[in-house]
């Protein structure tokens, strides 16, 4: 599986932006989408994803303002993020996963939110 994500940008505090990743491959709607993002000097950290459960998991921070969708028939997953404060500024990581078969990451994208 590859995994290209882009939407990134800068943006305003307040404004929105919405990524998109798409993958590579086949049988897409088995695998276990989610986001992470990591900031400068910090460690990579789940966004959003859907789970092993079929659930949607978000971390606190974002709960709210931050989307995650998936179109299977499309391979992408997506993630709209509005209301964006300059904490939400890192690099934005895709990740699919799939038991048995692997875990794959994206190249990121970058995120900036500064007036």
């Known amino acids: 599986v590859q995994l290209q994500a882009s939407g990134g940008g800068l943006v305003q505090p307040g404004g929105s932006l919405r990524l998109s990743c798409v993958a590579s491959?086949?049988?897409?709607?088995?695998?276990?989408m989610g986001w992470y993002r990591q900031a400068p000097g910090k460690q990579r950290e789940l966004v959003a994803e859907f789970n092993s459960v079929n659930s949607i998991a978000y971390v606190d921070s974002v709960k709210g303002r931050f989307t995650i969708s998936r179109d299977n028939a499309k391979n992408t997953v997506y993630l709209q993020m509005n209301s964006l404060k300059p904490d939400d500024t890192a690099v934005y990581y895709c990740?699919?996963?799939?038991?048995?078969?692997?875990?794959?990451w994206g190249q990121g994208t970058q995120v900036t939110v500064s007036s």
């Open positions: 990740k699919a996963q799939r038991h048995r078969v692997g875990v794959y």
């Open positions: 491959g086949a049988f897409f709607s088995l695998y276990d």
